[in-house]
């Protein structure tokens, strides 16, 4: 069993800084592609057999240090009520936005063993199966509130700080609700066997600091403190956030994800001494040249560092048009240049 | 002549904070839409009178204290060669992205006089008319070349990120051009009677402060520095600037433009004391109810006293869905809060 990633997370002495990617399981992996050729992405997400399947390809392709669940974050917003579709083009489709007290009543508080019994399952094949550590995840309260809001994706947010602006009782309440559903959902997947969790705050960096402390850290804070009592080194990652550091700190992580719009450096000193942090390359450096691509990862390794502990990751998800020759590349640079 | 914007912008005394908004002249006006009833956009940008007009219909409609000229930041790539289409639904498109070297050789580097006459036109029917200063304006090299790599928006920026990794000395060549249409263009500008210019760097913030400062910051420098001499303030706008700020601090503007996600009182401390700033209230805030408007106004003036002289507006454009109403409480509120 290798556990370097569980030590980097709790911030104990490592033989070499682990690594794995966001979005690892994709379709940039010929292999996945091939499993997608037969059956669209929700019946993916949703058979065991497959979604575990999927997961241990990039850890037997790429020799990443962790798995993590094949999934996706709206399977939540689903099991509480929603209908989701995914488009191949246009993206994920949550019908009947919810933006009324009606809507917001309507939906359930799900029990992951009946509404999402596929994780439970899959987590449990993954961990007979794995040699690395499983890394459990949802989408955090916020972000699953910004799709269940607007419907799908946003370039402005508009619905979502609309419902906050002009009725924060109800944005709170709806927010209460997905944050119950996010507490139970993780909890599940810890009891099934994931060695660790990542709450992906992927639209948090839309909010200015004063309605982030509002809005969002009470939410992301809870979450994190009933799960601490499961006992798993938790991972917190918020896409853009470097406006948002000094309230971060306060969320209660083990571990900060960081975008890799912000200086690794400048991250750890705005996050302070407490946090591991993980991250945080461009995932474009993928298309940089052999030797360039190692210069980026000596440079993060480096800064890396002064944190309590370093998870090596790209600042947000792999491209699906990155190569995997380069993927494999990064993987052993980042193990190379870090062996201790 | 209200000259308190251009007071602001050198960090003078002002009896109170000027304000103007990004994107006031558009479709959340209804006189605007009506002029758009009867045209399309690229030829409104082209017909100096209406591209007049509709500068002006904000400046009597809300009071703001300074006027920017209607136009587009791709009228320049146009002018260099490019194709340039607008669809009211999925945005611009520039036909034949550049990624070649003989498609930036192809690139010419326009005379403004020759070949965007309407925007000198605008600029001087505009000072015979206004009572406000009139801000001229041009994308940022960096931001106009995504687009022409592009050939259009991007999510992801792959394009012109792989050109600056795996072709840097094409991606500086097409700098090098786009920074010496963007001067001309300013210079001409200025020289037709814009009092101050902005530089909209909009998409300069998908670049982690390395990459900043190699692909982007020298190109700001060079315009500023070569506009200096025309002797108009210059602000300098990077949406999602806080990772950055440590570079902006290197481009000679007088003022940075901030955005909404960072506080204030961040970006202050980051730029140091040269700067004044213009920001950065969040364009969701117009929204709010009056009442909570009016605290965040108070807010954001508050902390815009630490600067060397702070212009008050939008983190970044206003949204078609804005009430005018709201837009007209705002800038009202900003003067009166303000009133030294």
């Excluded at 579709?85 to 029990?111: M, N, W």
């Excluded at 994931?194 to 992301?220: I, M, R």
């Excluded at 991250?279 to 944190?307: T, W, Y």
């Amino acid at each position: 069993m290798n556990d370097t990633f569980l030590k980097a997370c709790r911030g104990e002495e490592v033989p070499y800084t682990p690594v794995w990617i966001m979005r690892q399981a994709g379709r940039y992996l010929p292999e996945y592609q091939a499993v997608r050729a037969n059956v669209d992405f929700l019946t993916l997400c949703k058979t065991p057999e497959l979604a575990a399947k999927v997961t241990i390809q990039p850890v037997e392709r790429l020799g990443v240090d962790a798995a993590i669940l094949f999934s996706d974050i709206l399977v939540v917003p689903e099991a509480m009520g929603m209908r989701l579709e995914f488009s191949d083009k246009g993206g994920p489709v949550l019908g009947e936005p919810v933006r009324t007290k009606a809507a917001v009543d309507r939906l359930t508080l799900p029990d992951t063993e009946d509404s999402m019994p596929f994780v439970i399952e899959a987590i449990k094949i993954l961990r007979s199966e794995l040699k690395v550590p499983l890394i459990g995840f949802s989408g955090a309260p916020f972000t699953l509130a910004t799709y269940m809001i607007e419907g799908g994706g946003s370039k402005t947010f508009l619905h979502t700080k609309k419902m906050m602006f002009q009725n924060p009782g109800l944005f709170h309440l709806l927010m209460d609700k997905i944050t119950l559903s996010v507490i139970a959902y993780l909890s599940s997947q810890i009891r099934a066997g994931a060695q660790a969790v990542q709450l992906f705050d992927t639209w948090a960096g839309v909010l200015g600091p004063e309605d982030y402390k509002e809005f969002v850290l009470p939410y992301v804070k809870r979450t994190l403190a009933e799960l601490r009592k499961e006992g798993v080194p938790m991972i917190y990652f918020v896409n853009d956030c470097a406006a948002l550091l000094k309230e971060i700190r306060k969320t209660g992580a083990d571990v900060v994800g960081v975008d890799w719009r912000i200086d690794l450096k400048d991250a750890i000193k705005g996050l302070g001494k407490k946090f591991a942090v993980q991250g945080n390359l461009d995932p474009c450096a993928l298309f940089l040249p052999p030797e360039k691509l190692e210069d980026k990862v000596k440079a993060i390794l480096a800064k890396g560092e002064s944190a309590k502990g370093h998870i090596f990751n790209l600042g947000h998800g792999i491209l699906p048009e990155s190569q995997v020759e380069n993927a494999i590349a990064l993987v052993e640079a980042v193990h190379r240049f870090s062996e201790r």
